[in-house]
């Protein structure tokens, strides 16, 4: 028999496994109330995550899924739309004998000719959009360089296809102009050269699109594929920044009738540059060429003009739109001297000292409405302008000793705005400077006016061949002016009577003291004699017998003309109508009563009112009788009809 001794170590061994076999089983059973805490917290946050999505889409107003995104659950039961697109147009193909026959001459060109369209072929019309299609979800701008040149001298040559050779030309101002949707306003900017390197130009730009109210909106900007234009709308959209940017948007390569709106902007500022230096010359009797200091506010006034003054079909004014109303302001001419008061700043004049001052007038800020004055140390803003008389307001040395551009308006100045006039701006000394004489202003004091009741009068009566008497005579809606023969006559006339000569009197009067007023503003010279008066003839002028008017004539002249019988009761005839005007027989053709014809003068009546014969009739066509047919012929009229409305 044997026997098994158990020593120490092996019971400590066995002790040491059954403890490790605990351990398992219970971190097992850990494990699994750990896993199954975990399933029912998923459980549970996943059920609260379909509930709220469950409230999401059970709210009436949908909501935002950039500020509350949820999961887009496609449902595949709903189809799929499309936006229809137009097509390109099928040429269509004709049988054997129309192609032989085409083949023969190509006239006219056919689209399903290949030879046609590539000879003959033509671009797409560029046509003006309605409909959806016009519809501008996103405001847009529009920017497009021009060239304002001119000839030194010589005879610029045109080459084929119209070009000119820019070596030919003298002197050429780049010219950026800009034009927006929103309330269809236009900037133009006089740069030196073409590209982004114009830094305050894009400055400006952004700060005009901030005036307008497009600050922080997503705009378009729109231009040709030009590298240089392209490298200015970049530029602006990344000075504008902001939450929704700036998309840029290219027109067709060659194809300029695709940006048309801006091609028509910029035909509008050239026209008006054109006009305004012309205006400019003749006023200061001097050149105004492209290198004179006052071109690139003659450039920008412009543009303003048009935004300001130009209305559009809508009724209103780009700046209406803009601000919300009319401008009340006032406006100068360009480039004449104004006088101004000193802004009040803290380096205002003191008390004793002036505060006016004088310089050249250049426009209007379209921000602030202020004054924008050009002197000889930079141009300056202001609030308040009052005009100079006549013979200083035009100095051409003013113009030239002028300085300061839109990009730097004070030479020296870092920035681009101009600033607010100051006294340490002001000239050290008074210089007499010298104005171009302007032409004297016609008198524009009005004569002795002959009234309706100077024609009226039998014993004038009207002038033949006056369009102004013929508008008298005929009550024409508008008023035409007596010939110089009329007025002499009509005056020789009526100066017969007391009346008149005062009323020719008073006149004399005027015309003399305004006279003397233009000369003394001549200082003395008799340039400017006021159109001279028609003399007053020594004998009266007898009217003419071939348009001699009386009562008598004018009622014979009525009594002659037998009226149309209406079937309507007699009534008492009314007193008899006063006699009117005579009307040469040109007037009335087929009338055949001599060189003049009597019309007479009678009250409105009423349809149902007789005449002074007892009769309803008008005219010497048979009217036509509302309400009742004629009787038959011998028929006896029926005293219990109704009155009837004739018609003629």
Known sequence: MSCHTVSPDDSIHANSVDTVRNYEVVAKEVTVLDNSKK????????????????????????????????????????????????????????????????????????????????????????????????????????????????????????????????????????????????????????????????????????????????????????????PSIVDVAREIARH??????????????????????????????????????????ERTKTKIGLNSPVTPWLIRHAAYLITRCRVRPTGRTAFQVMKGRKSNGKLAEFGEMVHFLIPKTKDMPGKFEDRWSEGIWLGCDMRSGEH?????????????????????????????????????????????????????????????????????????????????????NTDIGPTPGCPGCRAIITDAPTKQP??????????????????????????????????????????????????????????????RPDVQNTYQQAVAAAKSATPLRVHNPPAPAPPTAPASRLLPSAALPGVPMGPATAIPRVPKRKADEPTEDGSRGIGENPPQVRGHKRGAEGEADDPKRPTVTVVR
């Open 39 to 226: 399933v029912e917290d998923i459980k549970d946050r996943e059920s609260e995550t379909r509930e709220t999505q469950e409230e999401i889409l059970s709210q009436e107003e949908p909501t935002c899924r950039v500020c509350d995104p949820i999961d887009e659950e496609i449902d595949e039961e709903v189809e799929e739309e499309a936006e229809a697109q137009r097509p390109l147009r099928d040429p269509g193909m004709p049988n054997k004998n129309e192609i032989l026959e085409h083949n023969l001459t190509h006239i006219p060109p056919r689209p399903w000719c290949p030879h046609c369209v590539r000879g003959k072929g033509k671009d797409s019309p560029s046509l003006r959009l309605t409909g959806q299609y016009a519809e501008n979800l996103v405001p847009r701008i529009r920017l497009d360089y021009c060239f304002l040149t001119e000839n030194d001298g010589g005879e610029i040559e045109e080459h084929d296809g119209g070009n000119i050779d820019e070596a030919q030309i003298g002197s050429k101002q780049t010219v950026l102009v800009m034009q927006e949707s929103e309330c269809r306003s236009v900037w133009a900017y006089a740069v030196d050269r073409k590209g982004a390197s114009e830094e305050w130009a894009i400055h400006q730009i952004c700060e005009d699109l901030e005036t307008v109210g497009l600050k922080d909106d997503r705009i378009i900007a729109k231009e040709d594929q030009e």
């Open 240 to 281: 504008r920044g902001g939450r929704f940017g700036t998309a840029i948007d290219n027109s067709r390569v060659g194809d300029s009738d695709s940006n048309g709106t801006i091609e028509r902007a910029i035909q509008d500022v050239q026209g008006q540059c054109r006009t305004m230096r012309s205006a400019l010359e």
């Open 482 to 543: 007596h010939t110089v023969e009329c007025r002499i006559r009509v005056q020789g006339l009526i100066a017969e009577t007391e009346e008149g000569k005062l009323r020719i009197g008073r006149s004399d009067t005027r015309r003399s003291a305004a006279q003397s007023e233009q000369t003394s503003r001549q200082g003395g010279g008799d340039e400017s004699a006021a159109p001279p008066i028609p003399t007053i003839p020594t004998t009266p002028t007898p009217a």
């Open 372 to 456: 924008m004055i050009g002197m000889d140390s930079g141009v300056f803003r202001v609030s308040t302008v009052r005009a100079k008389t006549l013979d200083t307001k035009w100095s051409p040395d003013k113009l030239a000793s002028m300085t300061g551009t839109p990009s730097q308006p004070v030479p020296g100045q870092a920035y681009n705005r101009s600033p607010a006039f100051t006294r340490r701006f002001g000239p050290e000394s008074r210089e007499q400077a010298e104005y171009a004489p302007q032409e004297p202003i016609p008198s524009t004091v009005r004569s002795w006016k002959i009234y309706k009741s100077d024609i009226e």
